[in-house]
């Protein structure tokens, strides 16, 4: 053996340490004085890295297994009781406590009998912790003064300072922060006086994070920022991951979500490298809260209740009910009857009870109260938070109490209208701005924004609406990734709404009209806004697990296709899929929150009056942008030309133009089956079809007529529903709009002044992707583009693939698919072109890097997309968009193979002649209606983006 660790040259000390990494092994010669000291060293060994380097203890526990079969039972030999220790570190790392807590116990025992007290005693400071996680925090408080008082007996202070580190975390479990910070300082002094700079660093972390539950902020990250210091000094990565998640927890608290999200997703890596399964159980439930927080709900409860069944195999059943109040609160805020919030908190709450945990018990009557209030139970939920505002502020816990006594002042202004409300919300806004409290910020400025509409002051009004405005972008500004981005505004809309209430004319008096272009714009599309302008905050980098999840997905979208094919059952072969596509969109989140920590920084987005003045601009004689605007129940539009700016107030009752919206749905969909129908039955249907066009006609645009003018050219911003209308198809009585206009669809103003910057391009060689192995009229289509364009690439059966588009169409100015769409309404971003090689999906499209082509989606569905608050669209039109592309052609729904072939030969023989795709496509649409008078037939396909 090397390392002068031989029976004739023996280091116990060295060995132990050869031994604990793996790079020696135990000698068979050594005596039983050399057994008893090498014993000794591997639990000192174990003992300073179960909790920072818990690998090795694996190591050393095998080495005392061994030790303790050469010792062969040798009288008052401690090494029993010493492999027990160790073998209990093992558990503890590996989650498994019970097991740890009868090892302790027995480990205990063999040492007293052994007359070693202090060894004894010495045991009780990780039952501790054992004892803390397994929620059992009366007896780990009482174990804890019992050994921490014997230690001290003993003389033993740096073994007393370990349980003082504990008690300060079982103090912090049970709310008792004040003492808690008295644990702590105790533990760092005397880890300093041992020099025992880990566990001084340690206590330090556990002391801010004492100070930060009280809101001391500030003292917080001073107190972190020695830890680091203390960690700068010595290789001890868990103490770096645990610096790493509590600084990313006050940024939480603090409503800075973008740096807490990369810290906490970072902790997260270190932990999981580490194998330290409750320190990564605890990171993935502070990720759930941010997911809560930024309102990604259906995330959020999947992280959540995984993070549960976490916790419980591992026996932390305190951490459990924290994490179902987080859970109770993501349901309810996605359906506030959902039977399982009452459930969920009535479970935290058997436990917090249990354990006496009070802040616990007040955080579910806070949780239960919210409820109440969304449920309109205004009576109960002042109740409820007045009580639990009152034991916030008793175990000084300001935060907390801020939120509960937000909450009763909403409550009480909802019942009887406090008298002394503003003041009350001043008072809340500056105690929530002082300790950096988003989200009660927020909610505080709009109760006073509301307050002073009520006064009509509108001034001040307008002030505290347009601050909430400022917090809510300069936190969206931050994070990355479109759904993040958009769940946060989707949650934080109000006041944009309200903004734009005041543009409107909250008193009946309208702004200037550009006021409310700009105000409706504010919420609107922009993720999509922010992707056009900086197209390089795209999706991240290279991630193997990213690769490995795509080529599995490809692999079950393929397996899926055969089975439909073959007309097997596809359900479990579904819900597999729909399994790795959430598991996919995940792991590309965490990768875009480590990426853009390091340096990647988004682009924001908004129209402003420079740009307005760009697009009118652009717009030539004739042409004109229509943007619909909804507010409460009124339907109204802003339209831009050349020379002006005008609104056109209530145009509609909203809820009558959704009834529209359905009747007018109802016809194209009863045309699906046309084929089979008698030609007067279809005439029947094609009567009814236009009926319905022109009541819903009659709405929303006969109204907009007298102020349009002659505008020939139009660029319709539709709101909510609306975006699934062909707007050509709107008939007044005497014709289609569509006969006699060219018409574009755009998702907001900003996107359609950057589209509009994206010349058209000049085609003269279209790449064609056909699927003309399971579509017949495919193969039509394709040889229709060669026969028009002749230089045209055209890829048929099983050259139609992704691969084929990745290499071909970075160059191209048209591409053409002819395929299988699916629109996937639960999941948008896997929306996908059915290719030869898989599906290529929206998140596909987005990483093309086309430069500028005209894209035409011939396939069913290409053009819808979903319909969200803010008129933020998801789908394969966006896809397209933010992957490169100049402008979209896409189908709003199903349409006929043959009348389909028609319309594109006639459409591309437009563009070659030189017609812009809005144009090419009028000319198509009046060639069908020809042959096919029913909309069906001739309006499906829409421009996106622009003429």
């Excluded at 003389?155 to 504990?166: E, I, M, P, Q």
């Excluded at 906490?264 to 270190?270: D, K, S, Y």
């Excluded at 999509?528 to 979208?557: C, I, K, P, Y």
């Excluded at 709405?699 to 007529?705: D, Q, S, V």
Aim: aromatic share 6%; with cysteine; charged share 20%.
């Amino acid at each position: 053996m090397t390392d002068g660790s031989s029976a004739h040259s023996f280091d116990a000390k060295i060995l132990a340490q050869a031994l604990a990494s793996g790079n020696g092994s135990l000698p068979t010669d050594i005596s039983a004085n050399q057994r008893e000291a090498l014993a000794w060293e591997l639990k000192d060994a174990a003992l300073a890295c179960w909790s920072t380097n818990p690998t090795q203890v694996s190591s050393i526990a095998a080495a005392l297994q061994q030790l303790l079969a050469l010792d062969d039972n040798t009288p008052a030999s401690p090494i029993p009781a010493l492999r027990d220790s160790v073998a209990a570190y093992e558990a503890i790392a590996a989650g498994r406590m019970t097991e740890a807590d009868t090892l302790l116990q027995q480990a205990a025992g063999k040492f007293r009998a052994l007359g070693l007290a202090s060894a004894a005693a010495q045991t009780q400071v990780p039952r501790v912790l054992v004892l803390c996680m397994q929620g059992r925090l009366d007896d780990a408080e009482r174990c804890g003064i019992a050994a921490r008082d014997e230690l001290l007996a003993l003389g033993d202070t740096h073994a007393a300072s370990r349980v003082s580190l504990n008690l300060g975390q079982l103090s912090c479990e049970r709310s008792h922060f004040g003492v808690a910070v008295t644990h702590f300082e105790s533990a760092i002094a005397g880890f300093r006086h041992a020099d025992d700079r880990e566990r001084a660093a340690q206590s330090s972390i556990g002391l801010a994070d004492a100070l930060a539950a009280t809101g001391e902020f500030e003292a917080a990250l001073q107190h972190y920022a020695e830890a680091r210091g203390e960690r700068s000094t010595g290789s001890w990565p868990v103490l770096a991951a645990l610096c790493d998640e509590s600084a990313a927890l006050i940024r939480l608290a603090r409503g800075e979500y973008a740096p807490a999200l990369a810290g906490l997703e970072e902790a997260r890596r270190q932990y999981q490298q580490l194998q330290m399964p409750q320190h990564l159980a605890n990171a993935e439930r502070q990720l759930g809260q941010v997911y809560l927080e930024l309102h990604l709900l259906p995330e959020a409860i999947a992280l959540l209740q995984n993070t549960i069944d976490r916790f419980m195999s591992l026996e932390m059943h305190l951490e459990a009910a924290w994490t179902r109040v987080e859970l109770a609160n993501a349901i309810a805020r996605q359906h506030a009857e959902d039977p399982r919030v009452d459930t969920v908190l009535s479970q935290a709450e058997h436990v917090f009870v249990a354990e006496a945990q009070v802040a616990g018990q007040a955080t579910v009557a806070l949780a239960r109260a919210e409820q109440a209030t969304n449920l309109g139970q205004v009576d109960r939920a002042l109740k409820l938070a007045s009580g639990a505002e009152a034991t916030f502020r008793r175990l000084d816990m300001p935060a907390s109490a801020i939120r509960a006594a937000l909450l009763v002042a909403e409550c009480a202004g909802a019942r009887n209208g406090a008298i002394d409300a503003r003041d009350t919300f001043s008072h809340l806004l500056s105690s929530a701005h002082s300790r950096g409290l988003l989200s009660i910020e927020l909610r505080a400025l709009l109760q006073l924004g509301y307050l002073a509409c009520g006064e009509r002051d509108y001034d001040l009004a307008k002030s505290h609406f347009e601050r909430a405005v400022a917090l809510v972008e300069e936190q969206r500004f931050r994070l990355v990734g479109d759904d993040l981005r958009y769940a946060f505004q989707n949650s934080t809309v109000a006041p944009y709404r309200e903004l734009l209430r005041l543009a409107l004319g909250a008193d009946g008096e309208q702004s200037n009209t550009f006021a409310i272009v700009l105000a409706l714009e504010r919420f609107r599309a922009r993720a999509l806004a922010d992707r056009l302008g900086s197209v390089a905050t795209v999706q991240g980098g290279t991630n193997a697990r990213l690769d490995e999840l795509h080529h599995r997905l490809s692999w079950s979208q393929r397996r899926l296709r055969r089975l439909h094919e073959e007309g097997e059952d596809t359900g479990v072969a579904d819900a597999e899929l729909r399994q790795l596509e959430n598991e996919y969109l995940e792991v590309q989140r965490r990768s875009r929150l480590v990426l853009h920590e390091r340096g990647a920084k988004p682009a924001a987005t908004n129209i402003d009056h420079r740009m307005l003045t760009a697009l009118q601009e652009a717009l030539r004689e004739a042409a004109a942008v229509v943007e619909y605007g909804v507010l409460d129940d009124e339907l109204f539009a802003c339209i831009v030309d050349g020379q002006s700016v005008r609104v056109v107030r209530h145009i509609a009752l909203w809820s009558d133009v959704e009834g529209a919206i359905r009747r007018v749905q109802f016809q194209m969909d009863a045309m699906r089956t046309s084929r089979l129908l008698p030609q007067q039955h279809v005439r029947q249907l094609e009567a009814r079809a236009r009926h319905a066009l022109q009541q819903l006609h009659a709405m929303i645009w006969a109204p907009l007529t007298a102020t349009l003018g002659e505008a020939k050219r139009l660029l319709v911003v539709p709101h909510s529903k609306l975006g699934a209308i062909a707007f050509a198809a709107l008939h007044d009585g005497n014709g289609y709009l569509g006969e006699n206009a060219e018409i574009a669809i755009a998702p907001s103003l900003a996107v359609a002044a950057q589209v509009l910057a994206r010349r058209a391009p000049t085609i003269a060689a279209p790449l064609v992707l056909a699927d003309t192995k399971r579509l017949a009229h495919a193969i039509a289509e394709a040889d229709a583009v060669q026969e028009i364009f002749p230089r045209a690439q055209v890829r048929t059966r099983d050259d139609a693939s992704g691969d084929a588009l990745r290499q071909l169409g970075r160059t191209a100015e048209c591409i053409h698919f002819a395929c299988h769409g699916v629109f996937r309404s639960d999941n948008p971003m896997f929306s996908a072109l059915e290719l030869a090689d898989g599906n290529f999906s929206a998140i596909d499209a987005e990483k093309l890097n086309l430069t500028n082509p005209l894209v035409v989606l011939s396939a069913c569905d290409s053009g819808v997309a979903t319909e969200a608050e803010g008129d933020e669209v998801f789908g394969l039109v966006r896809a397209f968009l933010i992957g490169g592309a100049s402008r979209v052609v896409a189908s709003l729904w199903p349409v006929d193979d043959d009348t389909t072939v028609e319309w594109m030969k006639v459409f591309y023989r437009s563009l070659q002649a030189g017609a812009a795709p809005a144009q090419a496509g009028l000319q198509a649409q009046q060639a069908v209606r020809e042959q096919h008078p029913h909309p069906f037939h001739w309006a499906a396909f829409v421009t996106f983006g622009a003429w």
